[in-house]
């Protein structure tokens, strides 16, 4: 029986057509990769020329242990400042990150979320740890405090305004006036963005995750 000539033309068409479908099976099986677009970078949020912010830390959790950037080399972090306390700004910036973050897609890399506190008198870990609890915070949000002066070094690098002001109207004497942005960290704890807490959620979902694309991409 005589065998069927091969025909190379279209040998070649169907080996190239096999590769396009493996590449886009690639694509849509990928978590996060190069196939998926970069989300647009929304006002008010910056990306670049953050080399200056940021530094090592060395504090307490809210469980009472010290803790390094080491501890967070795993995956990103998201930093807020701010203090259990805080009457109404921090408790309403913390929603919004948990809004922020239930917004983002469903394959997207998690993260971690902390909260340092300005306030590291009244903030022990027994009272952080009763705050970040809360359900209306991020899943697994961890409360970093110290002694004034371990804090006082991690506020001076991540340049963070935070001045105690006496108010007699307040149950605990005083407050803290403090700035009000948030700082997205890599896993090198390297400055990826920073960006306020005004932001939408859907605004800041699209933040972190330009950043994260930005930073793979680099």
């Known amino acids: ?9 279209g040998s070649a068409s169907h080996r190239a057509a096999m590769r396009l479908r493996s590449l886009a099976l690639v694509c849509a099986a990928a978590l996060v990769g190069a196939c998926a677009p970069t989300p647009p970078l929304p006002a008010r949020c910056a990306v670049g020329n953050l080399e200056r912010v940021g530094g090592p830390i060395a504090l307490t959790d809210e469980q ?8 967070f080399a795993d995956r990103p972090t998201l930093l807020y400042f701010g203090f259990a306390n805080c009457p109404d ?3 309403t910036a913390l929603q919004v990150m948990r809004a ?7 394959n997207a890399p998690p993260i971690h979320t902390a909260m340092v506190t300005v306030d590291p008198e009244r903030d022990t870990p027994a009272v952080l740890s009763q705050y970040v609890a809360s359900e209306a915070f991020p899943e697994g949000l961890r409360g970093l405090g110290g002694t004034p002066e371990q804090v006082r070094a991690v506020t001076a690098k991540f340049a963070v305004y935070a001045q105690r002001r006496e108010d007699p109207g307040s149950a605990a004497g005083y407050v803290v006036d403090h700035s009000r942005n948030l700082y997205l960290m890599d896993r090198q704890w390297r400055m990826a963005a920073i960006f306020p807490d005004s932001l939408a959620p859907a605004e800041m979902a699209a933040c972190i995750d330009h950043a994260l694309a930005k930073r793979r991409q680099s």
Do not use: F, N, Y
Not at 1 to 9: F, G
Not at 100 to 106: F, G, H, T, V
């Open 1 to 9: 029986m005589r065998q069927k000539p091969i025909d190379s033309a």
């Open 64 to 71: 009472g242990r010290a803790v390094t950037e080491a501890d």
């Open 89 to 91: 700004v921090c408790p």
């Open 100 to 106: 922020a973050l239930d917004a983002r897609p469903a």
